[in-house]
């Protein structure tokens, strides 16, 4: 796959892997993780892709800002940040915006350690997420 895993090294520097790669694209796991979090909620008709919709409703938009390993702690850290910015499609009004950051703690010193903590981080910023998208919408349909 090729896209390096990439760290926060002890002097505030950011390094990549050299043999360590994610199996997939880090915005793409999130991007699919925030969708099933959000038709899990069970408040919405349709969640996916606004590009494949005839008209959405609402239209969530992210930035995969942080998606790391900290080494500058100990224990060292799986670290994600995401900013959400949900829409109206058809109007100018932001129904909720937030950034949210997980920390999720290795229990060892390895891609795979790394790779689980990240899991763990991932879940629990979208069901964050999706909690508080599911709350700022009111009138979404089941």
Do not use: H
Request: charged letters at 25%.
């Amino acid at each position: 796959y090729g896209l390096p895993m990439v760290y926060l090294d002890e002097n505030a520097r950011l390094g990549a892997s050299e043999l360590d790669t994610w199996a997939e694209i880090p915005r793409d796991v999130v991007t699919r993780a925030i969708t099933d979090a959000l038709v899990a909620t069970g408040r919405f008709r349709d969640a996916g892709n606004a590009a494949a919709m005839a008209r959405p409703d609402l239209l969530l938009t992210g930035e995969l800002r942080k998606f790391l390993e900290n080494r500058t702690v100990s224990p060292r850290t799986a670290e994600i940040e995401v900013r959400f910015e949900l829409r109206e499609a058809r109007g100018a009004n932001c129904l909720w915006a937030e950034t949210l950051r997980v920390e999720r703690p290795l229990d060892k010193q390895s891609a795979a350690a790394l790779a689980a903590a990240m899991n763990e981080a991932v879940g629990q910023v979208v069901s964050q997420a999706a909690a508080a998208i599911a709350k700022a919408v009111p009138d979404a349909a089941p």
